[in-house]
Protein backbone atom coordinates (compact mmCIF):
# COMPACT_ATOMS: atom_id res chain seq x y z
CA UNK A 1 0.00 0.00 0.00
CA UNK A 2 1.16 3.50 -1.32
CA UNK A 3 1.26 6.14 1.76
CA UNK A 4 -1.32 7.92 0.20
CA UNK A 5 -3.64 4.79 -0.37
CA UNK A 6 -3.08 4.54 3.44
CA UNK A 7 -3.81 8.09 4.20
CA UNK A 8 -7.16 8.01 2.12
CA UNK A 9 -8.15 4.61 3.75
CA UNK A 10 -7.41 6.17 7.49
CA UNK A 11 -9.44 9.45 6.41
CA UNK A 12 -12.24 7.18 5.37
CA UNK A 13 -12.21 5.14 8.85
CA UNK A 14 -12.24 8.42 10.45
CA UNK A 15 -15.16 10.44 8.52
CA UNK A 16 -17.20 6.75 9.18
CA UNK A 17 -15.83 7.22 12.85
CA UNK A 18 -17.51 11.11 13.27
CA UNK A 19 -20.90 10.01 11.01
CA UNK A 20 -21.71 7.31 13.30
CA UNK A 21 -21.35 9.68 16.17
CA UNK A 22 -23.01 12.60 15.04
CA UNK A 23 -25.57 9.66 13.89
CA UNK A 24 -26.22 8.39 17.45
CA UNK A 25 -26.03 12.28 19.11
CA UNK A 26 -28.26 13.11 16.29
CA UNK A 27 -26.34 15.56 14.78
CA UNK A 28 -25.79 16.79 11.16
CA UNK A 29 -21.57 15.44 10.31
CA UNK A 30 -21.90 18.88 8.08
CA UNK A 31 -21.33 20.39 12.06
CA UNK A 32 -18.38 19.19 12.11
CA UNK A 33 -14.69 20.65 11.03
CA UNK A 34 -11.96 17.56 10.99
CA UNK A 35 -8.73 19.24 11.87
CA UNK A 36 -5.53 16.73 10.81
CA UNK A 37 -2.89 17.04 12.94
CA UNK A 38 0.38 16.57 11.45
CA UNK A 39 2.88 17.22 14.41
CA UNK A 40 5.92 14.82 13.62
CA UNK A 41 5.12 14.12 10.27
CA UNK A 42 6.60 15.17 6.97
CA UNK A 43 5.40 18.05 4.95
CA UNK A 44 4.91 15.30 2.16
CA UNK A 45 2.27 13.92 4.02
CA UNK A 46 0.20 17.31 4.62
CA UNK A 47 0.33 17.25 0.71
CA UNK A 48 -1.07 14.14 0.19
CA UNK A 49 -3.96 14.80 3.11
CA UNK A 50 -4.71 18.38 1.26
CA UNK A 51 -4.95 16.61 -2.04
CA UNK A 52 -7.37 13.66 -0.19
CA UNK A 53 -9.17 17.15 0.71
CA UNK A 54 -8.27 18.12 3.97
CA UNK A 55 -8.07 21.84 4.30
CA UNK A 56 -7.37 22.31 8.05
CA UNK A 57 -4.09 21.11 9.73
CA UNK A 58 -2.67 21.65 12.57
CA UNK A 59 0.70 21.72 14.72
CA UNK A 60 1.46 22.03 18.42
CA UNK A 61 5.24 23.31 18.05
CA UNK A 62 6.45 26.45 15.86
CA UNK A 63 9.68 24.96 15.68
CA UNK A 64 8.75 21.73 13.52
CA UNK A 65 5.28 24.04 12.19
CA UNK A 66 7.31 26.67 10.25
CA UNK A 67 9.04 24.99 7.91
CA UNK A 68 6.47 22.80 7.36
CA UNK A 69 4.06 25.51 6.53
CA UNK A 70 6.40 26.91 4.28
CA UNK A 71 6.76 23.96 2.53
CA UNK A 72 3.21 23.69 1.86
CA UNK A 73 2.36 27.59 0.83
CA UNK A 74 0.91 26.40 -2.59
CA UNK A 75 -1.83 24.43 -0.71
CA UNK A 76 -4.99 25.94 -0.09
CA UNK A 77 -5.00 25.14 3.88
CA UNK A 78 -5.87 26.49 7.16
CA UNK A 79 -3.27 26.21 10.03
CA UNK A 80 -4.29 25.94 13.31
CA UNK A 81 -1.76 25.96 16.71
CA UNK A 82 -2.98 23.66 19.04
CA UNK A 83 -0.04 23.93 21.67
CA UNK A 84 1.40 25.68 24.27
CA UNK A 85 2.59 28.67 22.70
CA UNK A 86 5.08 30.81 24.47
CA UNK A 87 5.06 34.59 23.93
CA UNK A 88 8.07 34.93 22.12
CA UNK A 89 7.05 32.35 19.71
CA UNK A 90 3.90 34.23 18.63
CA UNK A 91 5.42 36.20 15.81
CA UNK A 92 6.77 33.56 14.61
CA UNK A 93 3.68 31.17 14.79
CA UNK A 94 1.46 34.25 13.33
CA UNK A 95 2.92 34.16 9.78
CA UNK A 96 1.12 30.47 8.86
CA UNK A 97 -1.91 30.37 11.72
CA UNK A 98 -4.88 31.68 11.17
CA UNK A 99 -6.36 29.84 14.38
CA UNK A 100 -4.68 29.76 17.59
CA UNK A 101 -6.49 26.68 19.85
CA UNK A 102 -4.28 27.02 23.04
CA UNK A 103 -4.78 30.68 24.22
CA UNK A 104 -5.11 30.34 27.75
CA UNK A 105 -3.58 33.64 29.69
CA UNK A 106 -3.95 37.68 29.43
CA UNK A 107 -0.18 37.45 27.99
CA UNK A 108 -0.87 35.68 25.24
CA UNK A 109 -3.71 37.59 24.10
CA UNK A 110 -1.69 40.87 24.20
CA UNK A 111 1.57 39.20 22.29
CA UNK A 112 -0.88 37.93 20.06
CA UNK A 113 -2.98 40.86 19.30
CA UNK A 114 0.27 42.98 19.12
CA UNK A 115 1.83 40.98 16.20
CA UNK A 116 -1.62 40.77 14.41
CA UNK A 117 -1.87 44.46 14.31
CA UNK A 118 2.47 44.90 13.94
CA UNK A 119 1.88 42.85 10.51
CA UNK A 120 -0.36 45.20 8.94
CA UNK A 121 -2.18 44.82 5.70
CA UNK A 122 -5.68 43.30 4.69
CA UNK A 123 -5.37 40.48 6.86
CA UNK A 124 -8.28 38.04 8.59
CA UNK A 125 -8.00 38.77 12.47
CA UNK A 126 -6.58 35.81 14.18
CA UNK A 127 -9.19 33.32 15.24
CA UNK A 128 -8.69 33.01 19.23
CA UNK A 129 -9.56 29.69 21.20
CA UNK A 130 -9.46 30.03 24.69
CA UNK A 131 -7.59 26.74 26.10
CA UNK A 132 -9.43 25.36 29.16
CA UNK A 133 -8.44 22.97 31.56
CA UNK A 134 -10.61 20.06 32.53
CA UNK A 135 -7.72 18.29 34.80
CA UNK A 136 -8.53 18.99 38.84
CA UNK A 137 -7.15 22.22 40.03
CA UNK A 138 -4.19 20.38 41.62
CA UNK A 139 -2.93 18.97 38.17
CA UNK A 140 -0.78 21.19 37.45
CA UNK A 141 1.47 21.86 33.77
CA UNK A 142 -0.77 20.58 31.08
CA UNK A 143 -2.25 24.21 29.93
CA UNK A 144 -5.56 25.37 29.74
CA UNK A 145 -6.90 27.96 31.71
CA UNK A 146 -8.75 27.42 35.17
CA UNK A 147 -12.76 27.80 33.98
CA UNK A 148 -13.27 30.23 35.84
CA UNK A 149 -11.06 32.41 33.86
CA UNK A 150 -12.94 31.54 30.71
CA UNK A 151 -14.81 34.31 30.75
CA UNK A 152 -12.29 37.03 31.20
CA UNK A 153 -10.24 36.24 28.94
CA UNK A 154 -12.21 35.49 26.35
CA UNK A 155 -13.69 39.09 27.10
CA UNK A 156 -10.13 40.40 26.41
CA UNK A 157 -9.72 38.35 23.12
CA UNK A 158 -12.97 40.08 21.79
CA UNK A 159 -11.15 43.84 23.04
CA UNK A 160 -7.68 43.28 21.59
CA UNK A 161 -7.19 44.32 18.25
CA UNK A 162 -6.50 42.09 15.61
CA UNK A 163 -7.79 39.36 17.12
CA UNK A 164 -11.51 37.42 16.98
CA UNK A 165 -13.12 34.80 19.76
CA UNK A 166 -13.63 32.00 17.90
CA UNK A 167 -15.15 29.74 20.96
CA UNK A 168 -13.17 27.02 23.06
CA UNK A 169 -10.87 24.32 23.42
CA UNK A 170 -9.57 21.76 25.56
CA UNK A 171 -8.18 18.20 25.85
CA UNK A 172 -9.80 15.21 27.80
CA UNK A 173 -8.19 14.85 31.25
CA UNK A 174 -5.44 11.93 31.58
CA UNK A 175 -7.24 9.18 33.32
CA UNK A 176 -10.19 10.00 33.39
CA UNK A 177 -13.52 9.14 31.49
CA UNK A 178 -13.55 11.75 28.77
CA UNK A 179 -17.42 11.71 28.78
CA UNK A 180 -18.08 13.67 32.07
CA UNK A 181 -14.98 15.97 30.88
CA UNK A 182 -16.68 16.67 27.76
CA UNK A 183 -19.91 17.98 29.31
CA UNK A 184 -18.24 20.00 31.82
CA UNK A 185 -16.80 21.56 28.50
CA UNK A 186 -20.22 21.65 26.85
CA UNK A 187 -21.20 23.73 29.63
CA UNK A 188 -18.65 26.47 29.55
CA UNK A 189 -19.28 26.25 25.99
CA UNK A 190 -22.96 26.74 26.38
CA UNK A 191 -21.72 30.28 28.86
CA UNK A 192 -19.36 31.48 26.46
CA UNK A 193 -21.77 31.40 23.40
CA UNK A 194 -24.01 33.16 26.06
CA UNK A 195 -21.87 36.13 26.38
CA UNK A 196 -20.61 35.91 22.92
CA UNK A 197 -22.77 34.64 20.10
CA UNK A 198 -20.17 34.47 17.40
CA UNK A 199 -18.11 32.15 19.63
CA UNK A 200 -19.34 28.97 18.10
CA UNK A 201 -16.34 26.59 18.03
CA UNK A 202 -16.02 23.86 20.44
CA UNK A 203 -12.66 22.15 20.04
CA UNK A 204 -12.64 18.82 21.40
CA UNK A 205 -12.06 15.01 20.54
CA UNK A 206 -8.76 13.40 19.28
CA UNK A 207 -8.60 9.93 17.91
CA UNK A 208 -9.06 8.15 21.17
CA UNK A 209 -12.46 10.15 22.38
CA UNK A 210 -13.45 11.74 19.30
CA UNK A 211 -17.25 10.06 19.63
CA UNK A 212 -17.36 11.39 23.49
CA UNK A 213 -16.55 14.98 22.06
CA UNK A 214 -19.39 14.75 19.06
CA UNK A 215 -21.90 13.52 22.04
CA UNK A 216 -21.31 16.56 24.21
CA UNK A 217 -21.39 18.93 21.30
CA UNK A 218 -18.05 19.40 19.44
CA UNK A 219 -17.49 21.40 16.42
CA UNK A 220 -14.20 20.49 15.42
CA UNK A 221 -12.40 17.73 16.55
CA UNK A 222 -8.07 17.05 16.17
CA UNK A 223 -7.05 14.28 14.96
CA UNK A 224 -3.68 12.74 14.76
CA UNK A 225 -3.21 9.33 15.10
CA UNK A 226 -5.87 7.82 13.49
CA UNK A 227 -5.38 9.78 10.45
CA UNK A 228 -1.52 9.51 10.07
CA UNK A 229 -0.53 6.84 12.41
CA UNK A 230 1.08 6.19 15.81
CA UNK A 231 4.03 8.84 16.42
CA UNK A 232 7.91 7.97 17.06
CA UNK A 233 9.09 9.83 20.04
CA UNK A 234 10.81 13.17 19.20
CA UNK A 235 14.31 12.42 20.47
CA UNK A 236 16.58 15.20 20.77
C1 LIG B 1 -1.48 15.64 19.26
C2 LIG B 1 -2.69 16.40 19.56
C3 LIG B 1 -3.95 15.98 19.07
C4 LIG B 1 -4.13 14.70 18.27
O1 LIG B 1 -4.04 13.59 19.11
P1 LIG B 1 -4.28 12.10 18.58
O2 LIG B 1 -4.58 11.35 19.81
O3 LIG B 1 -3.02 11.66 17.92
O4 LIG B 1 -5.43 12.14 17.63
C5 LIG B 1 -5.04 16.77 19.37
N1 LIG B 1 -4.93 17.91 20.10
C6 LIG B 1 -3.76 18.34 20.58
C7 LIG B 1 -3.72 19.58 21.39
C8 LIG B 1 -2.60 17.61 20.33
O5 LIG B 1 -1.44 18.03 20.82
Known sequence: MTREEELATNLKDVREKIADACERAGRDPQEITLVAVTKTFPASDVRLLAGLGITEVAENRDQEAGPKAAECRDLPLNWHFVGRLQTNKVKSALKYAGVVHSVDRPKLVSALSAEAVARGGPVEPVTCLVQVSLDPPEADGRGGARPEDVPGIAAEIVEAPGLALGGIMAVAPLGEDPGPAFERLAELTKELRAAHPD?????????????????????HVRIGTALLGGRRAIVR
Not at 199 to 219: F, R
Open 199 to 219: ATIMSAGMSGDLAEAIACGAT
